[in-house]
């Protein structure tokens, strides 16, 4: 079976632009999640979708945004972008997530690489 | 808050030593899920274990075995033998019980080296 995909793999913005990352989860999985990682930390929680809704949210500004859609893909805009917005952007899927879920493991993809120059 | 601490930033060893990576949690919920991450340079985050607040049990598999502690909130992990293949980044996360909406509360990572 096909784990946590990821789109694209790699991707060169600059200062002020616009950015949609894509994520497929695991077939059968309608929980995904979002994280930041800055280079030499752990990752950092952005969002959280379960069947289509918000679920939850980390500290993030309000030019991050996400949806999910009815296959339970889900994308990850970013506005008006900054040069500290560079990161590895990290999807990952689990098959619960709702409330009163019991926190199976989140699997995750390989990222999408975002520089800004 | 929750905030999970993995104090060695680095660790350094040659192959076939025995190497524990540390985990200290805070959390002011009773009930919680911990669990462990590797990132090797690739960049994925590979899943190895998730242990629930009520289970202290400790776990083995293979060469990998977990300590957790609550006395001293602490998880710890052990690799035994260790392997240059070992060699990658160890996340140690945190989460809340009840749909974990804050999602996964890392750690800053251990980088493990293996030499040859």
């Known amino acids: 079976d096909a784990g946590v995909t990821q789109s694209p793999t790699h991707l060169i913005k600059t200062r002020g632009q616009h950015v949609t990352l894509r994520c497929s989860p695991i077939s059968g999985h309608k929980s995904v999640s979002w994280y930041q990682q800055v280079l030499g930390q752990g990752p950092q929680f952005i969002f959280q979708?379960?069947?289509?809704?918000?679920?939850g949210r980390g500290n993030f500004p309000d030019r991050f945004s996400a949806r999910q859609f009815p296959n339970y893909s889900s994308e990850l805009n970013v506005n008006a972008l900054l040069l500290g917005d560079s990161a590895l952007y990290l999807c990952a899927s689990s098959s619960d997530g709702g409330a009163g879920g019991n926190n199976q493991p989140q699997h995750f993809g390989d990222g999408t690489r975002l520089s800004i120059l | 808050a929750q905030k999970v601490t993995q104090a060695q930033t680095e660790i350094s060893v040659v192959e076939k030593e025995d190497v524990t990576l540390d985990c200290v949690y805070e959390t002011r919920d009773t009930t919680y899920y911990l669990f462990w991450y590797k990132q090797p340079p690739s960049g994925e985050l590979v899943f190895l274990i998730r242990r629930n607040s009520f289970d202290e049990q400790n776990e083995i598999s293979g060469r990998y075995s977990w300590n957790f502690q609550k006395s001293t909130s602490s998880f710890n992990f052990t690799i035994t033998a260790s392997q240059v293949v070992d060699s990658a980044v160890y996340f140690c996360a945190l989460s809340e019980i009840g749909g974990g909406a804050d999602g996964l509360t890392f750690g800053k990572g251990t980088h493990l080296i293996i030499q040859p």
């Open positions: 979708y379960y069947e289509k809704e918000e679920r």
